[in-house]
T-cell receptor, first 112, second 116 residues
Framework: AQSVAQPEDQVNVAEGNPLTVKCTYS??????LFWYVQYPNRGLQFLLKYITGDNLVKGSYGFEAEFNKSQTSFHLKKPSALVSDSALYFCAVREGGFKTIFGAGTRLFVKA | DVKVTQSSRYLVKRTGEKVFLECVQD?????MFWYRQDPGLGLRLIYFSYDVKMKEKGDIPEGYSVSREKKERFSLILESASTNQTSMYLC???????????????FGSGTQLSVL
């Protein structure tokens, strides 16, 4: 069965510093990987996805993610964090079909 | 702009009540989903629908049912609400492009349900 792990409940980073939010996955076939962000009192918004091709995927708001098949990871990154990036981030995987499985979420705090 | 609308932002119900959560999308999407979000557990899929009148169980369907009589509307029903169903409920939709697994989900703002 497919699964997603986000090993950190919370990530703290200073504004202007690079940030990384970690994600590992487990699927039996080819993974389709997603990152979503949830701002306070809002639904989830799509950030980026990996389907196939280049292992470095660029998405919204300056975020990018690196797909690493050997480590089964899909870490979210940003070169320079903003206070406005503070939110709850979810990694998700879809192996095929309709079901998208989400991780538990990582809360990002960016301090000014 | 794409929109998924959930009828209530906050809802308070009593144990044993029948509860209806409504979701409407204006994107003509074929697929609709109901998730619940709990701290530390992420999002868990309750039910989904890939066409009108079609429904499939997700990972945690017990205690819930759904209805999809029209393409744009997907309802989640709690037949007899219990306190362990207190949660944030998120509706989502996606389109079918022939390679459905590639499509992202569009989410509503959520309904925070409290069962007392």
């Amino acid at each position: 069965a497919q699964s997603v792990a986000q090993p950190e409940d919370q990530v703290n980073v200073a504004e202007g510093n690079p940030l990384t939010v970690k994600c590992t996955y487990s699927v039996s076939g080819n993974p389709y990987l997603f990152w979503y962000v949830q701002y306070p009192n809002r639904g989830l918004q799509f950030l980026l996805k990996y389907i196939t091709g280049d292992n470095l995927v660029k998405g919204s708001y300056g975020f990018e993610a690196e797909f690493n098949k050997s480590q089964t990871s899909f870490h979210l990154k940003k070169p320079s964090a903003l206070v406005s990036d503070s939110a709850l981030y979810f990694c998700a995987v879809r192996e095929g079909g309709f079901k998208t499985i989400f991780g538990a979420g990582t809360r990002l705090f960016v301090k000014a | 702009d794409v929109k998924v609308t959930q009828s209530s932002r906050y809802l308070v119900k009593r144990t044993g009540e029948k509860v209806f959560l409504e979701c409407v999308q204006d994107m003509d999407h074929e697929n609709m989903f109901w998730y619940r979000q709990d701290p530390g557990l992420g999002l868990r899929l309750i039910y989904f629908s890939y066409d009108v009148k079609m429904k499939e169980k997700g990972d945690i369907p017990e205690g819930y049912s759904v209805s999809r009589e029209k393409k744009e509307r997907f309802s989640l029903i709690l037949e007899s609400a219990s306190t362990n169903q207190t949660s944030m409920y998120l509706c989502a939709s996606s389109s079918y492009s022939g390679q459905v697994q590639m499509e992202k989900l569009f989410f509503g703002s959520g309904t925070q349900l409290s069962v007392l």
